[in-house]
């Protein structure tokens, strides 16, 4: 299966989810046009208040549909941008991939995989018990985040549902994604 988006996400305000849109602009350096999360320097507000110029790691958030499949049959009908991400994914194992990763989405776009997203009480105020349900442990007892991966934009473009992903992996070694 082709890895494609199956959805796009943004919104102006500071808030858990994030509404769909037929398209969404990235834009070099900043992410997603008009969203409230674009930026040079780091606009989440608990990172805000610890150092507001911190880079910006966290431009773009994208989520695996696969996700929402896993989640539905255990009692948490979640279903895209209802997460907070801007780019829904399908057919790719965001997780597995490492730091550095670069995805090439539709005709221009260019993101570069900057680590983990770090789920927050927000989650458990969306639904009661769903933070407990986006962390797992893998065999050796280390937590496993499945709340999806942030990314910076190195090359804008417009990106719309149904667009193609295409992943390039960094060097070897490769380093995991580590939350940010």
Do not use: W
Request: proline share 7%; with cysteine; charged share 20%.
């Amino acid at each position: 299966m082709q890895a494609r988006v199956a959805a796009v996400h943004a919104s102006t305000v500071h808030g858990f989810s994030k509404f769909e849109e037929d398209h969404i602009v990235l834009v070099e350096g900043q992410g997603v046009e008009g969203d409230a999360h674009a930026g040079t320097t780091v606009k989440h507000r608990s990172r805000v208040a610890r150092n507001p110029q911190q880079p910006n790691l966290r431009q773009v958030h994208l989520l695996h549909a696969e996700l929402f499949d896993e989640l539905l049959p255990r009692g948490f009908p979640v279903f895209p941008g209802e997460m907070g991400e801007n780019i829904t994914t399908r057919g790719l194992d965001l997780l597995s991939l490492p730091t550095g990763t670069r995805l090439r989405i539709g005709a221009s776009a260019e993101l570069m995989l900057t680590g983990l997203r770090n789920p927050c009480k927000q989650i458990d105020r969306f639904q009661p018990g769903l933070m407990a349900a986006v962390l797992d442990r893998d065999a050796e007892g280390h937590t496993v985040r499945k709340a999806g991966v942030m990314a910076i934009v190195t090359t804008g473009g417009s990106v719309a549902a149904g667009d193609a992903i295409t992943v390039v992996l960094p060097a070897e070694p490769y380093r995991p994604l580590e939350p940010v």
